[in-house]
């Protein structure tokens, strides 16, 4: 059984240079923020649009509690590519979260203020905004948590 791998949004990253204003620019925009600010990530040099790809552990074929590097293992052999961090901040300043969505997981092993075992997310309960970094539950990811991955463009010939 083949997983199809639709668009479901593309985001522009590279439009933020600097976190120090990080709090001014996310005002009017998240509701609620667990993130702190010794809690660092990459931003991209340069202006790049990102096709995201949403999708469930299940369409990864898991089918029971996985950790966040399996789960990305199995997104790139199914040809995605792991996602920045910055995508999280892209999908709330962008205006690209969904009211009343379940939590999206940001599919990135990047280390998020130099923490390993810290990933972004991103979710629209109650009518609040919400933009998180979470440390990796020990139990693992379900199989219906949704996920975000950067489905790579095809390249033009010339």
Do not use: H
Request: charged share 25%; glycine share 6%.
């Amino acid at each position: 059984m083949k997983t199809k791998l639709m668009i479901w949004t593309t985001v522009r990253i590279g439009t933020i240079k600097s976190l120090e204003n990080v709090d001014d620019l996310l005002d009017g925009f998240v509701s609620i923020r667990t993130w702190f600010k010794d809690q660092t990530i990459g931003l991209a040099q340069s202006e790049l649009e990102l096709d995201l790809v949403k999708i469930k552990g299940g369409d990864l074929f898991m089918t029971d509690r996985y950790s966040r590097r399996e789960i990305c293992t199995m997104a790139l052999t199914l040809g995605l590519e792991l996602c920045p961090a910055e995508v999280a901040l892209a999908l709330v300043t962008q205006d690209k979260i969904p009211s009343r969505s379940t939590e999206i997981n940001i599919g990135s092993e990047e280390s998020v203020g130099g923490r390993s075992d810290v990933f972004m997310s991103v979710n629209s309960r109650l009518g609040a905004i919400c933009l998180n970094s979470y440390v990796d539950p020990s139990e693992g990811f379900d199989d219906y948590s949704d996920w975000v991955f950067v489905k790579p463009r095809k390249q033009e010939r010339q």
